[in-house]
């Protein structure tokens, strides 16, 4: 049993994934006493870097969230379920809170995969998970500016797109914050 009693994922995954890297060569993204820890590859076709370069070169931010739908679906179940996260173990209140327009990566399918996974060892704590349908992979506290969310600059004239719109991030903010505070008051109150 885990340490750990409540979690609150923002745009969380249920499932490990190689790290970024802008030299080739990416790996595991989490280790664990210097021995990495299984993840699922993303996957990089051609026709992704062509579509890539082409955002860059007319100053668009580049979605990458395609990149780990791919690497789901090349992996084969032995695995997906090794880089799955065991959250079954938490002991606590669960809440995934997701965008429907998350151009990061599929952090719906991702969050849901680990409620799923709770629900199938029939969790006996409170867990939920809810996607925000016009919000990106940028959801945060309220109140803080929302225009500017749709992509976050890596370099000059490179940036990734994060999703979403304004009106879909003030939104989420609001109604997830409430959320938060009351599944922290369910396991830390």
Same mark, same amino acid.
């Given at each position: 049993m885990s340490s750990v009693r409540t979690v609150v994922g923002y745009v969380p995954s249920g499932v490990l994934f190689e790290g970024i890297s802008f030299n080739g060569n990416s790996g595991p993204a989490w280790v664990a006493d210097g021995d990495p820890i299984p993840h699922v590859d993303y996957r990089f076709k051609r026709r992704y870097y062509l579509a890539a370069l082409w955002h860059v070169l007319r100053g668009k931010p580049v979605p990458i969230e395609i990149t780990y739908r791919g690497g789901l679906a090349d992996a084969d179940a032995d695995t997906v379920e090794a880089a799955t996260v065991p959250v079954e173990n938490i002991g606590g209140p669960v809440l995934s809170l997701a965008g429907g327009d998350d151009a990061m990566w599929p952090s719906d399918e991702l969050g849901a995969?680990?409620? =799923?996974? !709770?629900?199938?060892? =029939?969790?006996?704590?409170? %867990?939920? %998970?809810?996607?925000? *349908?016009?919000?990106? %992979?940028?959801? !945060?506290? *309220?109140? !803080?500016?929302? +225009?500017?969310? @749709?992509?976050?600059?890596?370099? *000059? +004239?490179?940036?990734?797109?994060?999703?979403? +719109? *304004?009106?879909?991030?003030? =939104?989420?903010?609001?109604?997830?914050?409430?959320?938060?505070? =009351?599944?922290? @008051? +369910?396991? !830390?109150?």
């Amino acid at each position: 049993m885990s340490s750990v009693r409540t979690v609150v994922g923002y745009v969380p995954s249920g499932v490990l994934f190689e790290g970024i890297s802008f030299n080739g060569n990416s790996g595991p993204a989490w280790v664990a006493d210097g021995d990495p820890i299984p993840h699922v590859d993303y996957r990089f076709k051609r026709r992704y870097y062509l579509a890539a370069l082409w955002h860059v070169l007319r100053g668009k931010p580049v979605p990458i969230e395609i990149t780990y739908r791919g690497g789901l679906a090349d992996a084969d179940a032995d695995t997906v379920e090794a880089a799955t996260v065991p959250v079954e173990n938490i002991g606590g209140p669960v809440l995934s809170l997701a965008g429907g327009d998350d151009a990061m990566w599929p952090s719906d399918e991702l969050g849901a995969k680990a409620v =799923e996974r !709770l629900e199938g060892q =029939e969790y006996d704590h409170f %867990h939920d %998970h809810v996607v925000y *349908p016009d919000a990106g %992979h940028s959801i !945060l506290v *309220p109140y !803080l500016p929302v +225009r500017g969310r @749709e992509s976050t600059p890596v370099f *000059p +004239r490179f940036s990734f797109a994060m999703g979403g +719109r *304004p009106a879909g991030y003030a =939104e989420a903010d609001v109604d997830s914050w409430q959320r938060v505070l =009351e599944t922290l @008051e +369910r396991g !830390l109150g």
